[in-house]
């Protein structure tokens, strides 16, 4: 997919700026909705759509958030809708790419599913090529799982590097993914990254450079744990996603809200997080996945799976880094004014979210008990074509 | 499959003559023609065979090109025609190897897919053996894709070779796959080498040895990065396939030609190309595959998938190694005389591309937006066996 040049990419303070304005929020909700024609009122809470969230400009931050706080009604997304807008027409005139090309950063010695699971899934939801940045010692094994993918084995930790030769390095690893990062629609961040101090290092380069470059970021698992401890990585970054499962959210609560999880004001707690780490969008993982980007609080509830096996949450950063491609695209592509522009990550997690619930369900229906992630990777590609058909 | 030890072999000097000569290039087309016996008349665009290029002998090379760029009709093949054709009847009292043996040169620390895919696409469409030279990192993953294949870890990258060894390295390397070269039938060049400049230096020392050996060479991927750089390495070779996507084109085209691609005189200008690098063949692949060897220009643009997936161009390159070597051997067989018969390397283009457009269309139709490279390959044997029965 070839990059969008607009606002989007090259604008990220005024975007910052933007969507705390209130009027450009209020047109935001119109299109929204205009893009998810067939959702009943507002008045019915199970149908409805986005948080609606009273935000003055010039109203000052801290105010903000109270509001966010006493205000964040939670609706639940027409995410079949949003699937059918964004997904692409398969247009036979398009080149290799065009579809979106995605990147993993991750896959460690200890490591090497979850980084496949991410980059594969990408494949299977449509991406034309899908990378993975790794340490030597996971690459051979992730190249093994599958012809299909790109294995770049540049990452390293510590245990191979002597202290002298750090600076140098991670200068050369930063080099190296930097020469590919401008392909790149969207990265993902964290699957099987492990905790390695100098890993996680090299890793926070990559993305302070994916961030210069304005690329998307999704970022996930132990990408989470880097970010908790260093918020500078996303502060204030519109293109950044989180997607913290239960114990991720509880630990990015503590550390950025000084607090427990609420399960009370469980929406106005996540509309405060996103508000103090500053234009990010968070989707918090759970029975329902619970998205907000500062602005909306959504959430899509389909009912997936009872298996909780450990893998989907790889699947879902994958499937939202594509989506979240096309969403982009989508939303560039229908030339609307900067200031009606809906945010791509939103609909990027909606429309991840509903595929992996869709796919868990099929995997489960067959699979029961030993349904495994491989099994719901199998079913990506009947589920989005039940949702929206290739020959639409 | 036995090599042909006629003219195609033994007189390329000979055949780059030959083929300027007007008199010969008519006898070709008539030869052409009772190819492909359900042709309708030249008349017909949509339906008609091979581009009329009138070259009498002793037209100095810029005054051929200049024809060329006025008079390249592009014709439409009968593509099914082609296959059922060159594709050698199963012969019970054959050996293993008189199908085809088949090499791939590529594969190295980034990339393993690449040659996996055109390796085991030789495979499925109907040769004996199939082998890879790659490096050492390459090769234990590409063993781990197919038993099938035969894997070779012989190739070095700078980062493993002193630079004082470089130079017996490459000579060993190069001793290495040239006791192996007289056996292949035709070889591909290029899916998954890198651009490693150790490692390019020797593949070069290996084309070289592959023409003196008259070893048809499909030349793709990063192969077609090292011959845009050193075109002498394909000059004047008529064995020599290359098949450049989109980008690869762009950038032969502007090495070769000094300009850019244009749209408007797309024929004409890889008419020219051809004239210009001498004898070889063109396979500009786009949403139709447009084949020129400096003669003829023709296409397949039987509709295959709208999928965009990497790794489709491997199938590709595989397929018309395996279509080039029968072709060859068919042509060779059939006991005309030389100056009647026709380029192997053009039918192989043709056969490889409609191949490669019915298995993409049937896996698309199984697996839609999730098709991706491997599921395509799934479906090389039916599509081969719905165009050519294997008991016919």
Redesign the interface.
Known sequence: MSRPTGAWRHQPQHRGRMWAASPFFRRQLVLLRSLLPQSPPPSSVAGCRFAHLSSPSGTSGSLRAARAMAAATVYEADAEAVVRRI?PP??????????GKIAVIGGCREYTGAPYFAAISA????A??SHVFCTKDAA?VI??Y????????ILEESYSVRDDERASVSSKILTEVAKWMERFDCIVVGPGLGRDSFLLDCVSNIMKHARQANIPTVVDGDGLFLITNNLGLVEGNPLAILTPNVYEYKRLVQKVLNCDVNEETASEQLMELCHKIGGVTIMQKGKADVICDGKTVTQVSTFGSPRRCGGQGDILSGSVAVFTSWAQHFILSNEQPTEKRVNPTTLGCIAGSLLLRKAASLAFEKNKRSTVTTDIIEF???S??DIC??EH
């Open positions: 997904t398969l247009d036979r005139a398009r080149h290799k790419g065009q579809a494949l299977k939801v449509g034309d090529l051979t190249k093994s599958s012809p299909e993918l790109i294995v770049h084995p990506l590609g009947k989005l074509e058909p290739a």
